[in-house]
Every structure is written in structure tokens, then in C-alpha cells.
């Protein structure tokens, strides 16, 4: 069992404040089949629904990938945030104050901590940005006019100054923050001298937002050349900062999610890029800050849209990222559109150049990402020679393969014979060979499934029919659940609850026990009865398996004792119990 440091009344009135299907329905799409709703699966790409949310137990499973849970679970995936994290962001939904007498001690110091860490993030946001408005002659206030953003995007992005080294950290301390706290937060550093100063000393400052428009960390941009400073400075990751999952803008976007005003996300490369994109009204922008697209951007990004853009910068390293940001946003599901700017290196300069109208049509005139694959890494080979023409055709049909559904495979095939000059049929056997390849390798890598042994899919069908209340007395199967694996522990948690008058629902175990996809207790909550009489049939052959295993572990030790017996009358005491047992045994049989 895991130990979730509240009380189980509070999950419980958390719980009731956020049905799981209202809840997952701000992610992705339901539709009513039979009792439960249906969804494509958010944790993994799929073009059939096979997550299923069941609104009676109060969880969520997918039969596709073995995801499931109940609704703290789903948050914590979805977000990427702990339990106590998913406890407090729904409970805030809820209107619900969180308790001040949690058990968990270290849940306690860990929530602390990052309320602290928060704390210092706002206040140093607030005086970044106040020292950008108050002081209008700085050389950071005058970059942002050169580069003509507004005082409107200032304000909605936060946007601030550092002018010295000093400042930030005398302010805070004022506010009664530690140089520990401070640290923890990423603001600021230390000298050789065990000084402490500003992290961000003398340069623009870029708040990074989490999903939910908190302030989680900083770019600092330096607007003066200097051989001393590096041109951007950024947070490390801190226990409220991962980089791998924050995007730039994002919260923005989740904001028109909600409010059903977003279809399409553009990717852009830097902060000034969605800053200018945002000002000119194309608010669907996200940036990925210059660092690589990773898988938790592309399902942070799969919670929002099915369509992205990519526009990333046209140089040789954004070539190269655009490459990678098509595989990782491809694996999630996503349909990818790719634009090349011509006559500008990105879209804040392109923007300037010719206006929003023209950025926009570019965007409506982007191309499909294995079109752009296809014509672009064709520029790479020399087609007359016949090795690099070989290079390029493997490489071609491996991004076929892997990109595209089998009616879009024949146009794309099309445009790669037209270039190589092989006939379409060749290039077809060549995919299908590559494919076949690859599914055998995946089935050889696949672990054996495991024979189905009676015994436990019995405790499975049992645990089942006490879970979903088709069975009441069930505290004569003590016997069958003796051992310490996790089905004990499930059937010792029914007899505590149903001891206690308590009850007990499917989505209450996700509070208590560890389970993970494709478990034994998974496996328990999403049993499927048969239909009622060959139920029955089955319940009453494995109540009697039950008893006999009873009556066999009671023979075991009679007959162990057999060896020991100290007097005649222990003796014939032992044989008769025998016997009775193996009456009982026989009769258990018929």
C-alpha cells in the first residue's frame, strides 16, 4: 500500500467535487457508448478509442496501452505532477481548502518547500518587471522598443529587467526569503566569496509559465555584446522547473482550449517569436525555447490539439530540430505541417517584413510533414549516382513507414518514384520488407505470455465479485489469500473496510495501493463477468476449489502431526478428523 499523507474523508469530498468524467473531458473528447464514455487514448497514439472512462466506478482504463486510474491518477499523468499535487490542483477546482493536519510529514516539508519556491518566483517576477517599467532609459527597455513589442505584451507576458547584481537579492531578503530559498528557486548564484547575487545580473528577463500561468522560471536574454556573458541565461531545473515539459505560451493556449478557440498550434523557436506572434493576434503560438521537442512536450501538446506547425528557424540547427520535432510529435499522434520562411530567419523578422496577412497565408500553405521530409532530404543526395540514390530511397521509405497510413503510402510512394526513376511495385516490396523486419524484431523482444493458472484467475473472479458487490460473505476465503503478494493485500483491505462498515469504491483503491498497468489488482478492477448463469456456474465451482484447498492444507498438517502424537487418543483423534475431512472433500467433488 502506498501511504497518500490525507485523510481518506478528504479525497473522498474531492473525489465527489470532480466526477472523472467532467474531469477528463477537459483533455480530450468523450462519446457515450453503452454505460461508459470513450475516448482515443491520451498516453498513447491511437486512431481507434480504446480509453474508457466508467463514470458508476469513478475510473479510467485503456485497453490499448494498460493505462488506468481514477481521477488523482489521470492528473498525475496529464500534468506530470505528484499525488499531492493532483490532490491540491482539484481540490482548488472544487473550491476545497487543503487540510493543514496531513499525516505525511515529508509531504508536508516537500509542499512547503515548493510554496516557498513559488513565493519567490512571484516576488522576483514583480521586480523584474517593475524595474523594466520604472526605468524606461534602460538598455533592456530599449531593446524591447527597437524590437517593437508592445506595452499590452509586456504586461500579459511579464516581461522584466535586471539591471545589476544586487538588487534582487536585498530585495528578497527584505521580504524575509533565505539565500536557501533563493537558491532553490534558480534566481540566484555564488561567488567565489560565498556571496550571493543575481542569477540574471544585467539582462532582459522572460518569465516561463506552467500550464496553470504560475511562474515556474526565467530566460535572460543579455541585450549588450559581451564577451563576459552568454547571450541567454536560463533556470536549472528546480522541484517546480523540468524543461523537458514546459513550453513557452502554453498556458496561453490551454487558456483558448478552454474557452473551444483552438484547433491548431504553431511551433515556434524563441520567446520574441511568440511574443511577436501573440501581438499580431496569432495567439495559438507556443515556443520550445530553443531546446529539443521532447516526448513529454509532444503529449503536453497532444492534451490541447491534433494539428501542429512547426516554423522553426531556417538555418542548418533548425533544419536539423525540425527533423527531430516531426519524429517525436509523429510518435504521439499529432498531424504535422511544417513551413520554410523565405527572405527572413524567423517569424518576428518575417512579421516586421511583411505583415501579418503574409505570415498567415504562409501558414495556411504549409505542407505535410513527410511531403517536407521527402523534397528536403532529397537535397542531401546527388539522385545520378546510384549509392546515394539507394541512401536516400531506404531513407524515404523508413519515413513512409513510419509516418503515414497505408492510402497516404501510395501517394508519397508516387513522389518518390518520380525522383528515383524505380518502379512503384520495387519500392513497395522494399517498404513491406523493412516492415516485416521491424515486426519481428518487436515480437522476439516480446516477453512470453504467462499460462493462465487456476488458482489465480480464481482470486482474480473472487476479488472481482466482492469489489462489485456480487458477493457479501467472503470472509471464509481467508485460506485461499494466506500469502503476502498483492491480491492478499487487496482481499485484507475488503475484510478491514467491510469490518469497518465502510465502502468501498473502485476509485478509492488507486488511493491505496500501488497499481500499475496490466497488474493483478488492475486486472481485478477491470474483470469481466461472464454472462449470469455461466457466472453463477463458475462462482460455485470456485467456491468449492476454495474449500478443498481448505480441506488439503488441514490434511497436510494432520498428516504431519501424525509423526508426533503422543498418546493413543491424540492419535485416533488425529484419524477421525481425517476421515471427516476426507468426506467432506469428496463431497465438495459431486
Known amino acids: 500500500m502506498i501511504h497518500n499523507g490525507f485523510s481518506s474523508e478528504f479525497l473522498d469530498r474531492v473525489r465527489a467535487k470532480n466526477d472523472i468524467v467532467d474531469v477528463v473531458s477537459k483533455y480530450v473528447t468523450l462519446t457515450r457508448r453503452g454505460l461508459n464514455f470513450w475516448a482515443c487514448c491520451p498516453f498513447h497514439n491511437e486512431k481507434t478509442p480504446s480509453f474508457s472512462v466508467k463514470q458508476d466506478g469513478q475510473f479510467f482504463k485503456c485497453f490499448g496501452c494498460g493505462e488506468s486510474g481514477n481521477v488523482f491518477t489521470f492528473i498525475m499523468k496529464m500534468e506530470n505532477v505528484d499525488f499531492p499535487t493532483s490532490v491540491e490542483i482539484l481540490a482548488k477546482n472544487a473550491g476545497l481548502e487543503l487540510p493543514t493536519d496531513t499525516e505525511n510529514e515529508e509531504m508536508k516539508k516537500r509542499k512547503h518547500e515548493r510554496d516557498r519556491v513559488y513565493a519567490v518566483l512571484k516576488a522576483t517576477t514583480e521586480f523584474y518587471h517593475k524595474n523594466l517599467l520604472e526605468n524606461p532609459e534602460s538598455e533592456q527597455a530599449k531593446y524591447l522598443k527597437e524590437r517593437g ?26 521580504l524575509g526569503f533565505t539565500a536557501k530559498e533563493m537558491m532553490s528557486a534558480g534566481v540566484v548564484g555564488t561567488g567565489d566569496d560565498n556571496r550571493i547575487y543575481d542569477f540574471y545580473g544585467k539582462r532582459l528577463i522572460f518569465p516561463i509559465f506552467n500550464s496553470f500561468g504560475d511562474v515556474v522560471a526565467y530566460s535572460g536574454r543579455s541585450v549588450t555584446p559581451s564577451p563576459e556573458h552568454t547571450k541567454y541565461k536560463n533556470t536549472p531545473q528546480t522541484i517546480v522547473f523540468n524543461k523537458s515539459e514546459i513550453l513557452f505560451g502554453y498556458n496561453f493556449a490551454r487558456d483558448l482550449k478552454k474557452e473551444h478557440m483552438l484547433d491548431t498550434l504553431v511551433i515556434v523557436e524563441g520567446h520574441i517569436d511568440v511574443i511577436a506572434c501573440h501581438q499580431v493576434g496569432i495567439t495559438n503560438t507556443i515556443g520550445c525555447m530553443g531546446t529539443a521537442l521532447t516526448t513529454l512536450h509532444a503529449k503536453k501538446i497532444k492534451q490541447l490539439v491534433d494539428n501542429v506547425i512547426l516554423c522553426l528557424d531556417g538555418d542548418n540547427a533548425g533544419n536539423m530540430a525540425t527533423y527531430k520535432a516531426i519524429d517525436v510529435l509523429k510518435q504521439v499522434g499529432l498531424n504535422v505541417r511544417v513551413v520554410r520562411l523565405v527572405a527572413a530567419k524567423d517569424p518576428d523578422e518575417f512579421i516586421k517584413k511583411f505583415g501579418k496577412d503574409n505570415f498567415l497565408e504562409v501558414l495556411t500553405n504549409s505542407i505535410d510533414c513527410v511531403d517536407f521530409i521527402l523534397t528536403d532530404s532529397a537535397k542531401k543526395y546527388n539522385l545520378e549516382n546510384n549509392s546515394e540514390k539507394n541512401q536516400y530511397t531506404q531513407e524515404a521509405l523508413n519515413y513512409i513507414s513510419k509516418f503515414s497510413t497505408p492510402a497516404e503510402q501510395e501517394i508519397y510512394l508516387k513522389e518518390v518514384q518520380k525522383l528515383v526513376k524505380i518502379p512503384i511495385d520495387a519500392l513497395r ?6 516492415e516485416v523486419k521491424e515486426t519481428c524484431e518487436t515480437i522476439e523482444n516480446l516477453s512470453d505470455t504467462p499460462s493462465n493458472n487456476y488458482i489465480l484467475e480464481s482470486k482474480i473472479m473472487l476479488l472481482a465479485s466482492i469489489l462489485y458487490k456480487k458477493i457479501e460473505n467472503f470472509e471464509n476465503f481467508s485460506g485461499l489469500f494466506g500469502s503476502n503478494d498483492e491480491l492478499s493485500e487487496l482481499y485484507k483491505f475488503l475484510v478491514q473496510k467491510k469490518n469497518a462498515n465502510e465502502d468501498v469504491t473502485v476509485s478509492s483503491l488507486f488511493d491505496n495501493f500501488d497499481i500499475s498497468k496490466n497488474s493483478l489488482i488492475d486486472r481485478v478492477i477491470n474483470y469481466v463477468f461472464p454472462e449470469t448463469d455461466v457466472y453463477n456456474q463458475l462462482l460455485s465451482d470456485t467456491i468449492k476449489r476454495v474449500n478443498q484447498l481448505k480441506i488439503d492444507d488441514e490434511l497436510k498438517e494432520l498428516k504431519a502431526k501424525l509423526s508426533n502424537v503422543k498418546s493413543n487418543e491424540e492419535l485416533t483423534e488425529t484419524l477421525k478428523r481425517m476421515q471427516e475431512l476426507t468426506v467432506l472433500k469428496n463431497k465438495e467433488k459431486m
Open 149 to 174: 513589442l508592445s506595452r499590452e505584451m509586456i504586461e500579459k507576458f511579464q516581461i522584466g529587467a535586471s539591471l545589476n547584481f544586487d538588487s534582487l537579492p536585498e530585495h528578497l531578503r527584505k
Open 429 to 434: 516490396k522494399s517498404m513491406q520488407k523493412s
